[in-house]
């Protein structure tokens, strides 16, 4: 079982990245937010890895953080929810922000995930409320964007050049940080670069 893995970022694709760990590549499924927290190609890594086992395949499913896999792992105890739905729950919409809709029963919220029908939200919040109940208290109240403010900016034009807008606001969440004092020129040259890698 392949629980973490550190190398050299050899590729990154849509959902995937290829890791070389001592001359063996690993292909990994990540989510938007663990893509765009791996840095450039060439330079060093390390993810957290579940190793998911098929008749056909060994999958590897990378997170950039523990809280990450633990919503994954918590996704995969849900009926009808398999690996790469949950990667994709968790390419539209950040763990804490699942965690809050979850344990309020925002249905509506979540059917605005990508590939989540309200069958499929109505299931989540039943099976993971309880599961995450602490992940939801400790994200707090939701951090939205500052209304006309820089990072909202930002994810306008990113959804302006054809990103999905769920992508756009993980990419300026991301950039929160380091944003101080930058305009939208240079933060989007920032996010296109960690978007494109």
């Known amino acids: 079982m ?3 893995l550190t190398g050299l970022v050899l590729e990154k694709g849509e959902d995937t990245a290829v890791l070389d760990v001592h001359g063996v590549g690993y292909l990994v499924h990540l989510s938007a937010a663990s893509l765009l927290a ?7 890594a ?3 890895i579940m190793t ?7 999958d590897l499913f990378g997170f950039a953080t523990a ?3 633990d919503v994954f792992r918590a996704l995969l105890d849900v009926k009808g929810v398999g690996p790469r739905a949950a990667q994709n729950i968790l390419s539209g919409i950040e763990p804490r922000h699942l965690a809050q809709a979850v344990a309020q029963g925002d249905v509506a919220r979540l059917t605005k995930v990508p590939g989540v029908g309200k069958k499929t939200a109505e299931r989540l919040v039943v099976e993971l409320r309880d599961k995450l109940v602490a992940l939801a208290r400790a994200a707090g109240p939701a951090a939205a964007l500052a209304p006309g403010g820089p990072l909202e900016q930002l994810a306008t034009a990113l959804v302006n050049l054809g990103y999905k807008p769920a ?3 993980q990419v300026a ?3 929160r940080e380091r944003s101080e004092g930058k305009g939208l020129d240079e933060l989007l ?3 296109l670069k960690a978007m494109r890698g």
């Open 38 to 44: 791996l840095p450039a190609r060439g330079e060093q």
């Open 52 to 58: 998911h086992l098929r008749q056909d395949a060994l």
């Open 67 to 69: 809280e990450e896999e």
């Open 2 to 4: 392949i629980a973490r």
């Open 167 to 169: 992508q756009a606001e």
């Open 189 to 191: 040259r920032e996010a």
């Open 173 to 175: 969440e991301a950039l």
């Open 46 to 48: 390390s993810l957290r």
